[in-house]
T-cell receptor, first 114, second 112 residues
Framework: AQSVTQLGSHVSVSEGALVLLRCNYS??????LFWYVQYPNQGLQLLLK??????LVKGINGFEAEFKKSETSFHLTKPSAHMSDAAEYFC????????????FGQGTRLTINP | ETGVTQSPTHLIKTRGQQVTLRCSSQ?????VSWYQQALGQGPQFIFQ???????GRGNFPPRFSGLQFPNYSSELNVNALELDDSALYLC???????????FGPGTRLTVT
């Protein structure tokens, strides 16, 4: 069964600093991978996706993620944090075949300090 | 282009009652999935519908059931509500050509 581990339930960075949110997956074959952001009392917004094309994926709001098969990782980064980036971030995997279900990690709450 | 919409926004029910949640998929999307998100947790997959047929189910009991209509909108029905059913219920739709899912704002269900 596929699973996702997000290291760090809470990450705090200063405004303008590098954001790094970690995600490792477990799957017998490389899956599709996604990062979603959730603002308070809202649904999930797709930030970016990896679907077996380029390993470095660029998303919205200046975020990007790199798929590393050897490390089974898909970490999310942003060079310079903005106050508006404060939110909950979820990494998710989906199998290449079969139902398009998403398996989510537990989430990482990102706090931005002024 | 209209995104995924869900109704109602909030709902309060009593244990043992039944509830129906509704979802309209994004234009052009023919697959709808439902997720349950408990407080402080990641969303958990309930089931998925493709062309009005269930196309995968998560680890949820049969009292969780669903429907998809010809216009690709969907309903989630939960019978015999339990206190642990209190959660945010998220609907997501996806296009025929892609694997990404686009989420609605959710329905907050409280069971007392």
């Amino acid at each position: 069964a596929q699973s996702v581990t997000q290291l760090g339930s809470h990450v705090s960075v200063s405004e303008g600093a590098l954001v790094l949110l970690r995600c490792n997956y477990s799957s017998s074959v490389p899956p599709y991978l996604f990062w979603y952001v959730q603002y308070p009392n809202q649904g999930l917004q797709l930030l970016l996706k990896y679907t077996s094309a380029a390993t470095l994926v660029k998303g919205i709001n200046g975020f990007e993620a790199e798929f590393k098969k050897s490390e089974t990782s898909f970490h999310l980064t942003k060079p310079s944090a903005h106050m508006s980036d404060a939110a909950e971030y979820f990494c998710a995997v989906s199998p290449v075949q079969g139902a398009q279900k998403l398996v989510f990690g537990q989430g990482t709450r990102l706090t931005i300090n002024p | 282009e209209t995104g995924v919409t869900q109704s109602p926004t909030h709902l309060i029910k009593t244990r043992g009652q039944q509830v129906t949640l509704r979802c309209s998929s994004q234009s052009g999307h023919n697959t709808v999935s439902w997720y349950q998100q408990a407080l402080g947790q990641g969303p958990q997959f309930i089931f998925q519908y493709y062309r009005e047929e269930e196309n995968g189910r998560g680890n949820f009991p049969p009292r969780f059931s669903g429907l998809q209509f010809p216009n690709y909108s969907s309903e989630l029905n939960v019978n015999a509500l339990e206190l642990d059913d209190s959660a945010l219920y998220l609907c997501a739709s996806s296009p025929a050509s892609g694997r990404e899912q686009y989420f609605g704002p959710g329905t907050r269900l409280t069971v007392t």
